[in-house]
Each structure stands twice: as structure tokens, then as C-alpha cells.
Nanobody
Framework: QVQLVESGGGLVQPGGSLRLSCVAS????????MAWYRQAPGKQRELVAR???????TYADFVEGRFTISRDIAKNTVYLQMNSLKPEDTAAFYC???????????????WGQGTQVTVSS
């Protein structure tokens, strides 16, 4: 069984920073793409950033250079450094990963439970 556990969310003032972490644990052979999504109340879940196994990162347009995704392959961990946070960034942030396990012939997609980010003065 694979688990993704996020941490690092919280309350921050506009213009502040947060660093989210997501650790994948369990019987993992290898981890492919890892990503962060967010979902604000009443809105659909949307992609924030994705990083592939080679370290190439892509971002949603709304990020506008404020966020940086990174990963530690050896630790099966992905990070999201968020700077210059805005009230409209308030959302639950979810970790997502494609992971290859011993009991599957193809990578499966997994989600974390989410961590709340609230940007407010």
C-alpha cells in the first residue's frame, strides 16, 4: 500500500511564504511524475505544478513565477515552495504521484489527503 502524506500548510499573511512537503511511503519501486494540485471551496481541483523524474518542472499560468516545485528522488519527496502568496491562493493543496509498485505491471496514480493553505490578513 502506498501513502502520500502532505505537510507544511497553514495560515499566512498576503505576501508571505510557505513550503509544502509530500512524502510517499510504502512498497515503492520507483516514482515517476509528482505534482501539486489545489482546490478552493466551490471550485474544481486544478494543477499547480508538476515535476517529472528527470527534474523538469511545469507550472500553471497563475503561478507567475511565485512557486517552485522540487523533489528528492531518494526520499520519494516532493516540495512546493510558495512565495508572494495571495488571498486567492487559499485552497486545499494535494500531492499526486505516479508510482510503480511490486504488485503492478504499470505505474499507478495516487493522491494525498491534502493540506490547507489559507492566505489572509
Amino acid at each position: 500500500q502506498v501513502q502520500l502524506v502532505e505537510s507544511g500548510g497553514g495560515l499566512v499573511q498576503p505576501g508571505g511564504s510557505l513550503r509544502l512537503s509530500c512524502v510517499a511511503s510504502g512498497r515503492i519501486l520507483s516514482t515517476y511524475d509528482m505534482a501539486w494540485y489545489r482546490q478552493a471551496p466551490g471550485k474544481q481541483r486544478e494543477l499547480v505544478a508538476r515535476i517529472d523524474s528527470g527534474g523538469t518542472a511545469t507550472y500553471a499560468d497563475f503561478v507567475e513565477g511565485r512557486f517552485t516545485i522540487s523533489r528528492d528522488i531518494a526520499k520519494n519527496t516532493v516540495y512546493l515552495q510558495m512565495n508572494s502568496l495571495k488571498p486567492e491562493d487559499t485552497a486545499a493543496f494535494y500531492c499526486n504521484a505516479n508510482i510503480y509498485t511490486p504488485d503492478s505491471s504499470y505505474p499507478r496514480n495516487y493522491w494525498g489527503q491534502g493540506t490547507q493553505v489559507t492566505v489572509s490578513s
